[in-house]
């Protein structure tokens, strides 16, 4: 399900990029980012003149150090969708939309994203860790997840609102579950039955797409039964999983959403933990050389550009979401990405 297709040229596309925006640069791929709100992009993507005095902010501590997070206010997302095609949000992920039958802060604020956000937007929601996490920390500890593939909790607070509140908006829902050990994990196959007793229950008014970050789950079985089932593969570039290009291999290079969508998430350097990479990163206003100038990041950009060139020959759509720990500025990445997306296209044409 491509885009509508550019007649324009490309060097028109080329010079829509050096100014961040990545409407129509391919008509297979969709560029996005993985959260929104950064003041470091300030100037990039959002008018200082419209924001630089909007600037909230407030203080995060990661491994003992402090960092100051300056965010723009929620109505920039009419800003962002001047430049980017599909915006994944991850507030999501730490509360359901509903909490004992009440609307939750969740609710709230993509409700405020929907009033600002442009009719044709596209979303993609992460769905709450809350029922898709075998453990949760709590207290320093991490504990047994009780909610965790309770399929009816699922419906009643977080899908049937979403659907309803975000409507034809609502492009997909990313479940992504957390690393797990083999020792403390199901074997690839009960993975599978598991799995599949929980997703067989959900409405199919939309499209799900999972993002299991344990390499020793992603068997030949669990992705026929993805195929089988129509839930989308995320090809994910995090911390423990093999390169992109491996993903594809092992997936038996196909996209297996029923409605023809893939999902590249570029997050972090492999091998690299969260913390590590958020403070190599921050303040997220420019690229970072020791993120984006490294043989790693030079194989994700190849990785994601053939990835884009795989959906154009099935037909598909790549959804790009460009994170600021990958690169240490989500814009400035995926500029990289559709500079050689179309180097490749020059040298095909």
Same mark, same amino acid.
């Given at each position: 399900?491509?885009?509508?297709? #550019?007649?324009? #040229? ?24 993985? &959260? ?11 008018? /200082?003149?419209? %924001? @630089?005095?909007?600037? &909230?902010?407030?203080?995060? #501590? ?13 109505? =920039?997302?009419?800003?962002?969708? !001047?430049? $980017? ?8 992920? %730490? ?16 409700? !405020? ?12 929601? !992460? ?5 898709? @996490?075998?453990?949760? *920390? ?23 609102? @979403? ?21 403390? =994990?199901?074997?690839? =196959? ?23 970050? &344990? ?7 669990? $992705?026929? +039964? ?8 995320? $090809?994910?570039?995090?911390? +423990? ?11 038996? /290079? *196909? $996209? #297996? ?24 990163? %921050? ?27 795989? @959906? ?14 990958? +690169? ?22």
């Amino acid at each position: 399900m491509p885009t509508a297709p #550019t007649n324009r #040229t490309l060097q028109d596309r080329r010079s829509a990029v050096d100014r961040y925006n990545f409407h129509g640069i391919h008509p297979h791929v969709r560029f996005g980012t993985a &959260s929104d709100r950064y003041a470091g992009w300030l100037g990039q993507i959002y008018p /200082e003149d419209v %924001y @630089a005095q909007q600037v &909230s902010s407030r203080t995060r #501590t990661l491994q003992g150090q402090s960092f100051e997070e300056r965010q723009v206010p929620v109505a =920039s997302v009419r800003d962002y969708f !001047k430049h $980017f095609e599909v915006l994944e949000l991850d507030f999501t992920f %730490y509360r359901p939309l509903l909490e004992e039958g009440d609307p939750s802060s969740s609710y709230f604020v993509l409700s !405020k994203y929907l009033d600002h956000a442009p009719d044709d937007a596209a979303f993609l929601l !992460k769905a709450p860790q809350q029922f898709f @996490a075998r453990t949760l *920390r709590r207290k320093g500890n991490y504990v047994e997840n009780p909610d965790f593939l309770d399929a009816e909790a699922y419906i009643e607070t977080f899908h049937e609102p @979403a659907v309803e509140l975000v409507g034809d908006r609502l492009d997909g829902i990313i479940f992504q579950q957390e690393y797990q050990r083999v020792a403390d =994990s199901p074997s690839p =196959s009960e993975n599978v039955e598991r799995l599949d007793t929980f997703f067989s229950t959900l409405p199919n008014d939309a499209q799900v797409h999972l993002e299991l970050r &344990s390499e020793h789950l992603l068997s030949s079985g669990y $992705f026929d +039964w993805l195929n089988a089932r129509g839930l989308g593969f995320v $090809f994910s570039h995090w911390t +423990w999983l093999p390169a992109i290009r491996e993903q594809w291999a092992r997936c038996g /290079e *196909r $996209f #297996t959403a029923a409605n023809d969508q893939g999902i590249a998430r570029l997050l972090t350097p492999r091998n690299t933990k969260y913390a590590d990479a958020y403070a190599e990163a %921050y303040p997220f206003d420019a690229p970072v050389p020791a993120l984006s100038e490294t043989e790693q990041a030079h194989k994700m950009v190849l990785d994601t550009t053939a990835l884009a060139y795989r @959906a154009e020959a099935e037909n598909a759509l790549l959804n790009v979401v460009a994170n600021n720990r990958a +690169w240490g500025n989500a814009p400035d990445l995926a500029r990289t990405i559709a500079h050689r997306i179309l180097d490749e296209e020059e040298k095909r044409s």
